[in-house]
Structures are given as C-alpha cells and as structure tokens.
C-alpha cells in the first residue's frame, strides 16, 4: 500500500523560513487574520468580569445566611471557582496573543461588563448572580460572532465553551430562585 502525501497549501520552505525569522511573535502567525490589539481588548473586558464574578460569588458564599443558605453558600462557591478558571483561561489567551492580562484590581469595577452588587439577603444574592450571568452571556454572544467574523476560531471555540458554562450558571440561578421565592420566570 502507497501512501499518498497532501500537499501543503503553502510552502513549506517559506513556512519554515517565516517561523523563524518572526519567532518574537509567538503564537501570532501572519494568517491571524484579525486585530491582535483589539482581540486582546475585547479578552481585557471578558477577564475583568470574570474577576468581578469570582470576587462576588466568593463573597456571596461567605456571606450567606439563612435557614437554606448551606446549599446555597454551595453553589455560590462552585461558581467562583468555575469563574476563576475562566478568568484563568481568558489570561492564558491574552498572553497566548501576546498581552499582559490586566488583573490590577485599580479601575476593574470600570473594566467590567458586570457590577459587583451590594446585595444584603440570599434572594438579592442569587438575583445580582442571575443578572450578572445574564450580561456575561449576552456579552460573550457578542464576542463571539465578533471572533467568528475575525477568523480567530480558537478564541471563538473557547468563548463558546464559557458561554455554555455561564448558560449553564444563569439556570443554576434561576432555579435557586424559583425554589426560595416558589414562582417560576420561564414560560413553559
């Protein structure tokens, strides 16, 4: 049996030549295709809110109290470490493009798609969450149509499996706050 080799769209001697001689760029190839600085802007945004969520659903699982407020508390501090480790991701990633992540606590409440909150009782806690994922979602949609536009489906594959996640924490929210307030939202 012969095995028939592909040829390569570009060549390979030119490749190999252009790896080389560009290699301060790291991960960044001519064929990028979109705009590094405003790529890296745009993540900027997306690790300030993830910081901002990780700092609020840390402090809300401190924070809690009540007669139901274990499984909550819970809940809470698994989404601060999903959050972190998207935080984590997003950095990664702005590195990977060859950025500095901009963790600096200074201005991040302004860096932020997503507030804080300053809630005082468990059913503001899962409200302020509930509307925080709702902004991550809404803004992560955006970021990605904008990477799936740019051609930069590796940023684009990542921001869609943290949307799914915060999909997934905006149902968490919603369903502890039908169960502590006994009314659904969602039409059937």
Same mark, same amino acid.
């Given at each position: 049996?012969?095995?028939v080799?592909q040829?390569f769209?570009?060549?390979? +001697?030119?490749?190999?030549?252009?790896a080389?001689r560009?290699?301060?760029?790291?991960? +960044?190839t001519?064929?990028?295709?979109?705009?590094?600085?405003?790529?890296?802007?745009?993540?900027?945004t997306a690790l300030a809110?993830?910081?901002?969520?990780v700092l609020r659903?840390t402090?809300h699982s401190?924070a809690? +109290?009540?007669?139901?407020s274990?499984?909550?508390?819970?809940?809470f501090?698994?989404?601060?470490d999903e959050?972190r480790e998207?935080m984590?991701i997003?950095?990664?990633?702005?590195?990977?493009?060859g950025?500095t992540?901009?963790?600096?606590?200074?201005g991040?409440?302004?860096r932020?798609?997503?507030?804080?909150?300053?809630a005082?009782?468990?059913i503001?806690m899962?409200?302020?969450?509930l509307i925080?994922?709702?902004?991550a979602?809404e803004?992560?949609?955006e970021?990605?149509r904008?990477?799936?536009?740019t051609?930069?489906?590796?940023?684009? +594959?990542?921001l869609?499996?943290i949307?799914?996640k915060?999909?997934e924490h905006a149902?968490d929210?919603?369903?502890?706050?039908?169960?502590?307030?006994?009314?659904p939202?969602?039409?059937s």
């Amino acid at each position: 049996m012969t095995t028939v080799h592909q040829p390569f769209l570009s060549d390979v +001697v030119e490749l190999r030549e252009r790896a080389r001689r560009e290699i301060e760029k790291g991960a +960044v190839t001519p064929n990028y295709g979109g705009d590094v600085a405003r790529a890296i802007s745009l993540l900027q945004t997306a690790l300030a809110t993830e910081i901002v969520c990780v700092l609020r659903y840390t402090m809300h699982s401190v924070a809690a +109290v009540g007669i139901d407020s274990e499984s909550v508390k819970e809940e809470f501090a698994t989404h601060a470490d999903e959050e972190r480790e998207h935080m984590t991701i997003l950095a990664e990633r702005i590195n990977q493009l060859g950025g500095t992540p901009d963790m600096d606590p200074e201005g991040l409440h302004t860096r932020s798609a997503s507030e804080y909150g300053h809630a005082r009782n468990l059913i503001e806690m899962i409200k302020e969450n509930l509307i925080a994922e709702r902004i991550a979602i809404e803004h992560y949609r955006e970021l990605v149509r904008y990477f799936d536009e740019t051609g930069d489906s590796t940023t684009r +594959v990542m921001l869609e499996e943290i949307l799914a996640k915060e999909e997934e924490h905006a149902n968490d929210m919603h369903d502890l706050l039908v169960a502590h307030e006994g009314r659904p939202f969602l039409k059937s």
